[in-house]
């Protein structure tokens, strides 16, 4: 009903599970995590237990979309396991393809035998998942632990994972299934979202659902949100869902404390919140999970990988949370941004730790025509959203907004330089490639070197290498690499900006940074139209570009370990070897680079974007 009124392209507070709204709070990141160290590693049972409404549905959706990708995963997924015994096994070897020939649990357990072993011995990984495991009763578990028993002397031939709510760990907690309680090796526990992760929650469902226009939730409306909802997703949708329906009827935009009481008053009323009556979690010291500390580590370096060449393509994978806002604009700077939606993550892509702050220094065009600017950290600004009603929107003169003074601003929540002069896209660009190296660009300081000299000339820095390297092949090459990069454009319209950065690149969607426009995303074939070429700006942290054969250094040793850990090279021993160039080729190979085993430019920024800690990536996932 409301979708026009909000420029929504589809219903952003279905409670229909959809893995296209996944919102990867820390907790479902880890969950993720946990179900994918779970069946990489073939330890057998896994376990994912939460609230109801928590979202452990749409986390195992999106898990069975991932797992799918693989050619080398053989899965299975009962949605309704209230079967009987018999049932259950039909069940499980119909959802494997598996002819029956047999009516007894013998027959069937012994045709599922005989498939595993045949997938074994091809090297695929068989994975079986059981969602609402809550209903499976004490014999039906005990079942499926004799499942467990089919192995190897080496391995465990069948990966089950087991999603319920807590009364699952509660039934598994009894003496007579004290054998399958102690096979579960990994466990995690979904527990709801903060206070804080809410408001993200909202505006990554209102981003995937395209609203074209600004909702506001204002903070106290957030409050009692928060309040009502325990920070349980399914409750959040509810209570939202009214919420747009209450602006809808009062013409606002806006959703403040009234509107939000009245939602909530409503579906308390109607009775329509989703009853969690006994289902808080209940702690037992018998039930071991896997280490929060782990399953932080986990998320932070497990690439989604399940079998030999998986593509992960998680939204925002697994460690980027989505949002949406709109570019500020003031009254007395209507043509400087054009008023839209963007999205924010509320991680940005940048690596963690304290950002560096350079030396600045002007240098002429003629004296460094391909050198990059990179400034400090100090003056640093950033973006207040605003709420702009439904109006049409404001298009600035071309020739006029070509003629302005560039006026620097950062995206909030986004590594993305904002400028209101389109000859200025390219150096914004370049800007951002430099926040996202944890190298911000200090735009007080930029604003009073002159136009000019910021337009057309550079300036260096004095204590770090910054470094501009144009990157090979064609598109799908380029996100090879797993490395954000300055796109050029080609065929464009006046209204354009001829450079952009590419913030994200999964599935058929891109995400790039207009330095002129904001964040926009794009189907993959509309955006291929109008690729030209691309380059990157990166930061040599660990100076890898001047490192000489024979040389023994620590900078080498610290390489050397990256390709230890990657199965590059045996082992460090602090010398650029003949060892060591032949695994920078298997590297430069991996990545379709030329394989000459020495470190150029290109090798040097993916082997700095991969040994920084949460380096700049294209993808929270992949290699």
Same mark, same amino acid.
């Given at each position: 009903?409301?979708?026009?009124?909000?420029?929504?392209?589809?219903?952003?507070?279905?409670?229909?599970?959809?893995?296209?709204?996944?919102?990867?709070?820390?907790?479902?990141?880890?969950?993720?995590?946990?179900?994918?160290?779970?069946?990489?590693?073939?330890?057998?049972?896994?376990?994912?237990?939460?609230?109801?409404?928590?979202?452990?549905?749409?986390?195992?959706?999106?898990?069975?979309?991932?797992?799918?990708?693989?050619?080398?995963?053989?899965?299975?997924?009962?949605?309704?396991?209230?079967?009987?015994?018999?049932?259950?096994?039909?069940?499980?070897?119909?959802?494997?393809?598996?002819?029956?020939?047999?009516?007894?649990?013998?027959?069937?357990?012994?045709?599922?035998?005989?498939?595993?072993?045949?997938?074994?011995?091809?090297?695929?990984?068989?994975?079986?998942?059981?969602?609402?495991?809550?209903?499976?009763?004490?014999?039906?578990?005990?079942?499926?632990?004799?499942?467990?028993?089919?192995?190897?002397?080496?391995?465990?031939?069948?990966?089950?994972?087991?999603?319920?709510?807590?009364?699952?760990?509660?039934?598994?907690?009894?003496?007579?299934?004290?054998?399958?309680?102690?096979?579960?090796?990994?466990?995690?526990?979904?527990?709801?979202?903060?206070?804080?992760?809410?408001?993200?929650?909202?505006?990554?469902?209102?981003?995937?659902?395209?609203?074209?226009?600004?909702?506001?939730?204002?903070?106290?409306?957030?409050?009692?949100?928060?309040?009502?909802?325990?920070?349980?997703?399914?409750?959040?949708?509810?209570?939202?869902?009214?919420?747009?329906?209450?602006?809808?009827?009062?013409?606002?935009?806006?959703?403040?404390?009234?509107?939000?009481?009245?939602?909530?008053?409503?579906?308390?009323?109607?009775?329509?919140?989703?009853?969690?009556?006994?289902?808080?979690?209940?702690?037992? +010291?018998?039930?071991?999970?896997?280490?929060?500390?782990? @399953?932080? *580590?986990? /998320?932070? $370096? =497990? !690439?989604?990988?399940?079998? &030999? +060449?998986?593509?992960?393509?998680?939204?925002?994978?697994? @460690?980027? *949370?989505? /949002?949406? $806002? =709109? !570019?500020?604009?003031?009254? &007395?700077?209507?043509?400087?941004?054009?008023?839209?939606?963007?999205?924010?993550?509320?991680?940005?892509?940048?690596?963690?730790?304290?950002?560096?702050?350079?030396?600045?220094?002007?240098?002429?065009?003629?004296?460094?025509?391909?050198?990059?600017?990179?400034?400090?950290?100090?003056?640093?600004?950033?973006?207040?959203?605003?709420?702009?009603?439904?109006?049409?929107?404001?298009?600035?003169?071309?020739?006029?907004?070509?003629?302005?003074?560039?006026?620097?601003?950062?995206?909030?929540?986004?590594?993305?330089?904002?400028?209101?002069?389109?000859?200025?896209?390219?150096?914004?660009?370049?800007?951002?490639?430099?926040?996202?190296?944890?190298?911000?660009?200090?735009?007080?300081?930029?604003?009073?070197?002159?136009?000019?000299?910021?337009?057309?000339?550079?300036?260096?820095?004095?204590?770090?290498?910054?470094?501009?390297?144009?990157?090979?092949?064609?598109?799908?090459?380029?996100?090879?690499?797993?490395?954000?990069?300055?796109?050029?454009?080609?065929?464009?319209?006046?209204?354009?900006?001829?450079?952009?950065?590419?913030?994200?690149?999964?599935?058929?969607?891109?995400?790039?940074?207009?330095?002129?426009?904001?964040?926009?995303?794009?189907?993959?074939?509309?955006?291929?139209?109008?690729?030209?070429?691309?380059?990157?700006?990166?930061?040599?942290?660990?100076?890898?570009?001047?490192?000489?054969?024979?040389?023994?250094?620590?900078?080498?040793?610290?390489?050397?370990?990256?390709?230890?850990?990657?199965?590059?090279?045996?082992?460090?021993?602090?010398?650029?070897?003949?060892?060591?160039?032949?695994?920078?080729?298997?590297?430069?190979?991996?990545?379709?680079?030329?394989?000459?085993?020495?470190?150029?430019?290109?090798?040097?920024?993916?082997?700095?974007?991969?040994?920084?800690?949460?380096?700049?990536?294209?993808?929270?996932?992949?290699?």
């Amino acid at each position: 009903m409301y979708k026009k009124f909000f420029g929504l392209e589809e219903e952003p507070f279905n409670l229909t599970p959809d893995s296209r709204f996944l919102f990867l709070s820390e907790r479902h990141r880890e969950a993720l995590a946990t179900l994918t160290y779970g069946v990489k590693e073939r330890k057998g049972f896994i376990l994912l237990t939460g609230e109801i409404g928590s979202g452990k549905t749409t986390v195992c959706r999106a898990f069975v979309n991932e797992l799918m990708r693989s050619n080398t995963i053989k899965l299975a997924l009962i949605l309704n396991p209230g079967l009987s015994e018999l049932e259950l096994l039909k069940a499980i070897n119909d959802e494997f393809q598996i002819p029956s020939f047999y009516n007894t649990k013998k027959g069937l357990i012994d045709e599922l035998n005989r498939f595993l072993l045949e997938q074994n011995q091809r090297g695929n990984n068989v994975v079986l998942i059981i969602d609402e495991a809550q209903t499976l009763s004490p014999e039906l578990l005990e079942q499926i632990r004799m499942l467990s028993n089919l192995e190897t002397e080496s391995e465990k031939l069948l990966q089950i994972v087991l999603i319920g709510q807590p009364e699952l760990r509660d039934t598994l907690s009894l003496s007579q299934l004290e054998q399958l309680n102690q096979r579960i090796a990994v466990r995690y526990h979904l527990t709801p979202l903060t206070e804080s992760e809410v408001h993200a929650y909202i505006l990554h469902r209102l981003f995937v659902a395209k609203a074209s226009v600004a909702i506001e939730f204002t903070p106290e409306a957030l409050k009692l949100l928060y309040k009502a909802s325990r920070g349980i997703p399914r409750r959040i949708n509810v209570i939202c869902d009214r919420a747009l329906l209450a602006c809808y009827t009062n013409a606002t935009y806006t959703v403040d404390e009234k509107i939000m009481e009245q939602a909530i008053e409503e579906v308390t009323r109607g009775g329509e919140l989703p009853s969690d009556e006994g289902q808080k979690t209940k702690s037992s +010291g018998k039930l071991p999970r896997l280490d929060p500390e782990k @399953a932080k *580590a986990v /998320g932070r $370096r =497990l !690439a989604l990988w399940i079998g &030999a +060449g998986i593509a992960s393509t998680f939204a925002l994978a697994i @460690a980027v *949370a989505i /949002g949406i $806002r =709109l !570019a500020n604009v003031r009254a &007395a700077d209507v043509e400087d941004y054009r008023p839209r939606v963007t999205p924010s993550p509320s991680v940005s892509p940048s690596p963690t730790g304290p950002q560096k702050k350079l030396n600045l220094k002007q240098v002429s065009q003629s004296e460094a025509q391909s050198q990059i600017v990179a400034v400090g950290e100090n003056g640093e600004t950033t973006v207040t959203p605003a709420v702009t009603k439904a109006a049409p929107t404001p298009t600035p003169d071309w020739a006029t907004l070509r003629l302005k003074n560039p006026h620097w601003k950062y995206e909030k929540n986004v590594p993305l330089v904002r400028v209101n002069n389109p000859r200025a896209a390219l150096r914004a660009a370049q800007f951002s490639m430099l926040k996202m190296w944890g190298f911000p660009v200090d735009l007080a300081e930029i604003a009073k070197m002159g136009d000019d000299v910021v337009i057309n000339g550079v300036l260096q820095s004095d204590n770090v290498k910054i470094k501009e390297v144009r990157l090979p092949g064609n598109f799908y090459d380029i996100v090879k690499l797993n490395v954000p990069a300055i796109v050029r454009l080609k065929d464009i319209g006046p209204d354009k900006s001829e450079y952009v950065v590419l913030l994200r690149a999964e599935g058929e969607a891109v995400t790039v940074g207009d330095p002129v426009w904001g964040v926009k995303t794009y189907k993959t074939r509309d955006f291929l139209k109008h690729f030209d070429s691309a380059t990157a700006v990166y930061v040599d942290t660990n100076q890898l570009t001047s490192i000489q054969r024979g040389e023994s250094s620590e900078r080498v040793k610290a390489l050397q370990q990256y390709l230890v850990d990657r199965g590059y090279l045996a082992k460090p021993t602090g010398k650029f070897d003949v060892d060591t160039s032949e695994a920078i080729k298997k590297f430069q190979a991996y990545f379709k680079l030329s394989e000459t085993g020495q470190i150029d430019d290109i090798t040097a920024m993916l082997l700095n974007s991969r040994m920084m800690e949460n380096g700049p990536r294209l993808t929270a996932t992949g290699d």
